[in-house]
Each structure stands twice: as structure tokens, then as C-alpha cells.
């Protein structure tokens, strides 16, 4: 048995010492990165061969890379690595890995063409100036050789560890079965879809409510198919924390039913989740888990990979056991593990990590998408950013040292963009390219301050650089797919300010090709109607299949009412409010028991409620306020115990409105007052026309879809298992319209009044 690796991630492993240290960074956009290497290689002229391929091999191990460029004439291999910033303030760390990799690469072509020796050149490229340092030095092949030796030497223990396990994985999980005694009503067809699609190649988009173990029947078919599909890895991604709860729950489930699997599994999580000391720069002088990290990162990552589920306790638990920092080690155990637990943006962000690895190291991955009606407005953010002009304004009011030039610059620039402009909000498709440059400007000037004084770039200065860096990058890929807007107001005295902003509008050409990277991408949701919307924004591919799960539950466990002779459109609110209140009280009476009535808007939710309370002040009522923290959300469910009475008041789409389990009498009923489009905005109206000029249909795919999709989605708190007996009332006439009731699931049985 051998094992591959690639040479940039042996050289990553075996040759990274020291401490870890960001501050050379941002490093340029993978485009740029692209770009400039196309620069660098077109200046060398003919003869000059570009992305080198060449393999070796040492013992079981077998490495294999692309060298940038080797020049014949001059027996020159070539490294190049774009950067911006200050060259000489580069770690000496981060040259070392350079070098490492040139020298593995310089013994793969002396072998591979019987050189006796090589000149190895280190090129890097400034992406602003476009001009070249070239560091140059000799080697033999033996020197070479050596070198490879050690490097391969360092590695081939751990690899040899990893074939072990693998080879115990393997062994384990052609024997794996369930683990449960059987299927539930729906799972089985669930998960026999999901292999089949990771076996043919294709990707799928499974609607299946909630209740029939979705976690579970798409994770099982996927640890089943890793032998067969030669999978590297399992990515389970999901919209909030408790699906990554869930997902850790489900790997834990099949290792307690399969003792002896050597199954390995991480959860990743957010930065600033996971810091250890919040606020602190991350390098050596300013953090101690930073320090000499790469020094004591091979003990931290030996601990950690006997470990079979790193959640995000065990994790910080070994890595403050070796002094290393938390989230750096997750990163670098996402090389070694079997199934990976985190966020869309880990494998959808413009730079996210596992997306990176994948494409870097030619894993081959299936990816589960939980919750994937999020992955729309979840991935629409991921690409949109904007930039506040009151930022800019607080930094010249007192500006950090040598600042006050280059901010002034910038804004009267940025006061350019918005100076003719007589209306409140404008969307243009068109880039401001003079204020591009100037802001291509400022962050080149902090940029420079950073590498000559790192610690002084900080707070509001750090953040706008940060996002006008995000704003540069996304200017790159900007097209008919975004839509670029200015919303200006006044500012202090008759100075006007402005917001400017990048906003996606289809995310389906930048996260598509994520999609089509994947052996197969499993979209999983109870609401994934109509499924040409998900397909269209998401960029699936055309053979994307479709399966719309038997549900297990029957039409007689949940009345649906469609109220149709109550409007809850904005000019008739006041008119719907003692409708309304009617309704919830006769309910109540009928059936004393625990409900959600959800609503369009905090005042809308709190007009009712007061009436409700003047009316029958008997009836226990607890309300969803604006930005409840997690403390203050848990203790709003914690009020729906079981066989209590009342009624929870919350807004449709908010914390309450999808993820809460409230399974048996914990909650008998939900009342939704509004079809829950969203808000008539002069950015939603933008958003529509955009959508009508590429699909056709601007108010379905701007309003009525989203819309309805929340409202499916509360109704679903009510119903959670197959005991479970409740009431639904859906209180808007344009719930019977038949363009509406075509969204609803089909084990719904809606009576009309």
C-alpha cells in the first residue's frame, strides 16, 4: 500500500517551524495569485516550460506536485509566489516553506532528467507594482536528494499511522451497519437516494420532512459509500449550530454501534468562537498560543488524531493541553480526518478552507448540505459586502498616524460616487472604477503600515481594510450576477454619506463550480419547492437528482385551516388585529395547550398580543423581542414544557421559526398571520428586476417563494414525530390562492374558510 501526498502538503507539514503569524497578509486574491503567475511566465519567453509535472517516490510514499517553471536554457527551477506589502518584512518561517518546496521540487526534476544539479529561484511578484525579486541558490542533486530524504523520512511515520488507521477504517466500514434495529417511514428511500447519487457522480437535492432522521440517512449512505467511491473525506455542512450538534450526534451514534470503527471526525468552527484571547493579534509577540506554534503543533496534532470526534470542546481541550491555539489546530487536523462538521462558508466562502484543501491536496469529497433552503441568502451574503461611509468619516475625525492623507483621499473619492445623486438609494450595474483605484490605494498604504508596524493597525482602521480588501476581491467577479448600489443620507452638518455596496443577487456562478468540484452534493430540506428556484440560484448541475421523500406522517395528525377571510396585508393590519385575536382565543378554548403564533413583524406580533391580553387576560403569552441573545432565546422555549398552556408570540422567520424541536404536548398548534414575504424595499424591487431579467419571474423568485417557504417551515415546529397530534392556522386570504396551496407538502390536507 502506498500513500500520496502532494508536495506542497508534505513541505507544510515537515517544514513549518516557529511561531504562527498573519501579519503578512491579506495575501493577494486567488485571482491575482493566478494572474501574476501568468505574468511571471509570460515574461520568460520561449523555451520556458510552465506547471512542471513531476513525482517521486520514497518508500510507500509517493509525492507528486506541478513546479511553476523551469527555464532549459538556464537550468533554472522556479517557485512564485505573489505578495503584497513590504518583501522584507516577510517571516523568515514563511521563506523557509518556500524554500522546502523548491528544493523537493529541484530533486523531482533532477531525477527526472538525470541533472547533476539545478538552480533553485525563489520569484516572488508585488501584484501592485508587478515587479519581481528573484532569490537564487545552487544545489547539487545530491544535496537534493538529501534534503527529500529527511522531508519524506519526517512524513512516512505519520503517513504510515494513517494507512494503519485507514486500512482499520476501511475494514470497518465495509462492515458498518445501521444503527438502529431499522429504517424510519421515509429514511431507507432517503438514504438508498443518496447512494446512488454519490455512486453515479451526481449531485441531489432531497425535500424530506422533518421527523423521518435526515442527519442519519444521509450521513450512513456516505460512510457506506467512502470504500467503494474512494472518498477522502465527508463534508456535512449546516446553517446554525444545532445542525452541527446533530450531525456529531449522528457519527457518535454509529461509533457507539461500531466499537471497533477508526472513524475520525472534527467540528470547525469560527474564529472567534474559538480564541482564546479575543482582541489579540494572531502572532507571537501578541499571543501566547501563537508562539513557536509550529514547534509544538507535531505533539498537538499526534494527541489529537487519537481522538475519534473532535467536537469543539475535546478540540480546545488539546490544543490548551500543548499550548497551541484552538482553531489553527482544527485547521490543520482537517488534513487527517474522515468527516468534517462545520458552516456552508467552510466549503461555499469565496476563501473558504475546505474548499481550498480539496482543490490544493485532490481529495475526493461528497458534501451534505443541511437545511439547504438557507444556502440561498446564506450564499448571496458570503458574496456581498459593503462598505459605510461613517467609518471612514470617524477615522479622519482622529486619524491614526500617517492615515490622515490616505483617508483624505479616499473620501473625496468616495464623495465622487454619490455627489450627483438625488434620491435615496441608486443600483447600477456598473463598477465606480475611479474610486476603485482609490481604495486599491489605501489598502496598498495600510498594507505598508502593517508590515512596518504591525501593531499599528488596529480597531476601525484594521476592519474597514478588511473590508475594502473583500470589496476589491469581489470586484472581480462582478457581473449581471450582482448588482452594485449606493444608499446615501444626510451626515452631520449638510454633508451627505453614503453606503456603498456589492450585493449578489444569484450566487449559482460562484458556488455552482463548488457543486460540480464535489464527487456528489446532497441539498437536504423539508422545503426545497420549487425546486427550479434552488436550482437555478444554487448552480446545480443539469443532472441533478430529485427526490421528494414519503413523509411519515398522516394528514390526520395536523389540521391545516386557511383562514381566507382575514387579510394581514400592511393597510389592513388594524382590521385583521381582533380577527385575529378571536381565533387564538377560540382556539384555546377548544384546546388548551401550548402555541406559536408567528407574525410579519415585531409591532404587528406585539398589536395582537396586547389585544389578546386585554381581552383574555387568562391566557399565559410570552414574547420574542428584538436581538435575544442566546440565553434569552433559550429561556423562550423553556416555557413550552409538557401539557403546559400558552402562547408564544414570535416573529416568522426568526430564531423560532425553523431548528426548534418541540416534540408531544411541548407544542399542539401554531397560528402563522401572514404569507411572509419580505418587506417591499427599494433593494428587494432591485432584486426582482434583476430576477425578472434573468429568470422570468421577479415576484416569485424575489417574494412569494421565500415567503412561503418560512411559512412551511413554522408550520413544521408543530408536527415532530409520528405520535404527534396538532393544528395549523394559516390566516391570510392569498394562503388559498392555487399558485400558493401548490407550495404546500403533500400530506397536507388544508380545509378552507
Known amino acids: 500500500m502506498s500513500y500520496k501526498v502532494a508536495v506542497r502538503a508534505l513541505c507544510e507539514f515537515t517544514a513549518k517551524v516557529g511561531d504562527l503569524d498573519l501579519r503578512f497578509t491579506p495575501s493577494p486574491s486567488a485571482q491575482e495569485g493566478i494572474t501574476g503567475h501568468r505574468t511571471v511566465v509570460t515574461r520568460r519567453g520561449r523555451g520556458y516550460e510552465s506547471e512542471v509535472a513531476l513525482a517521486g517516490q520514497f518508500e510507500q510514499l509517493q509525492v507528486r506536485g506541478r513546479a511553476d517553471g523551469y527555464n532549459p536554457a538556464l537550468n533554472r527551477l522556479e517557485e512564485i509566489k505573489t505578495y503584497r506589502g513590504d518583501l522584507a518584512s516577510q517571516p523568515d518561517n514563511h521563506r523557509q516553506l518556500h524554500w522546502a518546496q523548491a528544493r523537493v521540487y529541484g530533486w523531482l526534476l533532477c531525477q527526472q532528467r538525470e541533472l547533476a544539479e539545478v538552480n533553485l529561484a525563489l520569484v516572488y511578484l508585488d501584484v501592485d507594482s508587478d515587479r519581481e525579486t528573484l532569490v537564487e541558490a545552487r544545489h547539487t542533486a545530491a544535496e537534493l536528494e538529501q534534503f527529500f530524504i529527511a522531508q519524506c523520512t519526517l512524513f512516512l511515520r505519520w503517513a504510515q499511522q494513517q494507512m494503519q488507521r485507514q486500512a482499520l477504517r476501511n475494514s470497518g466500514l465495509q462492515a458498518l451497519a445501521f444503527p438502529h434495529a431499522s429504517f424510519r417511514i421515509g429514511q431507507r428511500e432517503l438514504a438508498e437516494t443518496v447512494y446512488k447519487a454519490v455512486s453515479t457522480g451526481r449531485c441531489l437535492m432531497a425535500q424530506a420532512t422533518t421527523g423521518i432522521g435526515k442527519t442519519l440517512g444521509t450521513l450512513f449512505p456516505l460512510l457506506k459509500a467512502m470504500v467503494p467511491q474512494q472518498l477522502d473525506k465527508v463534508l456535512f455542512l449546516t446553517a446554525k449550530t444545532p445542525g452541527r450538534a446533530l450531525a456529531l450526534e449522528a457519527v457518535q451514534r454509529v461509533m457507539h454501534a461500531s466499537p471497533e470503527l477508526a472513524l475520525r471526525s472534527l467540528e470547525l468552527v469560527a474564529r472567534e468562537k474559538a480564541c482564546e484571547f479575543p482582541g489579540t493579534a494572531c502572532h507571537g509577540e501578541a499571543c501566547p498560543l501563537a508562539k513557536g506554534f509550529y514547534d509544538r503543533l507535531p505533539a498537538a496534532r499526534q494527541a489529537a488524531a487519537q481522538q475519534p470526534v473532535l467536537d469543539q470542546?475535546?478540540?480546545r481541550e488539546v490544543a490548551l493541553a500543548h499550548q497551541v491555539c484552538p482553531y489553527y489546530l482544527g485547521q490543520e487536523m482537517a488534513r487527517w480526518v474522515d468527516v468534517l462538521v462545520g458552516d456552508y462558508n467552510y466549503y461555499f466562502d469565496q476563501s473558504a478552507l475546505l474548499f481550498g484543501l480539496a482543490q490544493l491536496d485532490q481529495w475526493r469529497v461528497a458534501v451534505l448540505v443541511d437545511e439547504a433552503h438557507n444556502l440561498v441568502e446564506r450564499a448571496r451574503q458570503m458574496y456581498s459586502v459593503s462598505l459605510d461611509q461613517w467609518q471612514l468619516k470617524a477615522l479622519r475625525r482622529d486619524p491614526p498616524a500617517g492615515m490622515a492623507n490616505a483617508l483624505q483621499r479616499l473620501d473625496r473619492a468616495w464623495n465622487a460616487v454619490h455627489k450627483d445623486q438625488d434620491v435615496p438609494y441608486r443600483a447600477t450595474g456598473q463598477l465606480p472604477e475611479a474610486f476603485l483605484k482609490a481604495l486599491q490605494r489605501f489598502v496598498s498604504h495600510v498594507q505598508d503600515s502593517m508590515n512596518q508596524q504591525p501593531a499599528g493597525v488596529e480597531g476601525p482602521l484594521l476592519q474597514l481594510f478588511f473590508q475594502a480588501s473583500q470589496f476589491l476581491r469581489l470586484c472581480e467577479v462582478f457581473d449581471e450576477h450582482f448588482v452594485f448600489d449606493i444608499s446615501k443620507r444626510d451626515g452631520p452638518g449638510r454633508r451627505s454619506l453614503s453606503t456603498l455596496c456589492l450585493r449578489n443577487v444569484v450566487p449559482a456562478p460562484l458556488i455552482g463550480p463548488r457543486m460540480a468540484a464535489a464527487r456528489s452534493v446532497t441539498l437536504f430540506s423539508?422545503?426545497?419547492?420549487?425546486?427550479?428556484?434552488y436550482a437555478d440560484l444554487l448552480g446545480l448541475p443539469a443532472d441533478t437528482a430529485w427526490l421528494d421523500v414519503t413523509s411519515p406522517f398522516a394528514a390526520e395528525q395536523l389540521q391545516v385551516r386557511v383562514i381566507s377571510s382575514v387579510s394581514t396585508r400592511f393597510q389592513h393590519r388594524q382590521a385583521s388585529l381582533a380577527p385575529?385575536?378571536?381565533?387564538?382565543?377560540e382556539q384555546y378554548r377548544l384546546q388548551p395547550g401550548n402555541y406559536l403564533a408567528f407574525f410579519s413583524s415585531f409591532d404587528y406580533q406585539q398589536q395582537v398580543a396586547r389585544l389578546l391580553a386585554e381581552r383574555y387576560p387568562h391566557i399565559v403569552q410570552w414574547s420574542q423581542s428584538p436581538g435575544m441573545d442566546e440565553a434569552q432565546r433559550k429561556g423562550f422555549l423553556?416555557?413550552?414544557?409538557?401539557?403546559?398552556?400558552g402562547v408564544g408570540f414570535a416573529v416568522l422567520?426568526?430564531?423560532?421559526?425553523?431548528?426548534?424541536?418541540?416534540?408531544?404536548t411541548r407544542l399542539i398548534g401554531a397560528f402563522v398571520a401572514t404569507l411572509g414575504l419580505p418587506q417591499v424595499n427599494p433593494v428587494n424591487e432591485q432584486l426582482k428586476l434583476r430576477m425578472g431579467a434573468l429568470f422570468d419571474a421577479g415576484f416569485d423568485y424575489t417574494y412569494l417563494y421565500p415567503g412561503v417557504q418560512k411559512v412551511i417551515q413554522a408550520a413544521g415546529r408543530v408536527i415532530r414525530g409520528t405520535e404527534d397530534r396538532g393544528v395549523v392556522m394559516l390566516i391570510d386570504d392569498r394562503f388559498a390562492e392555487p399558485r400558493v396551496q401548490r407550495m404546500f407538502p403533500g400530506w397536507w390536507a388544508p380545509q378552507y374558510k
Open 313 to 315: 470542546a475535546r478540540l
Open 580 to 585: 385575529i385575536v378571536e381565533l387564538i382565543a
Open 653 to 664: 422567520g426568526g430564531a423560532f421559526g425553523e431548528g426548534v424541536d418541540l416534540p408531544g
Open 526 to 533: 423539508a422545503t426545497l419547492s420549487p425546486r427550479h428556484y
Open 638 to 645: 423553556e416555557r413550552f414544557v409538557e401539557d403546559g398552556q
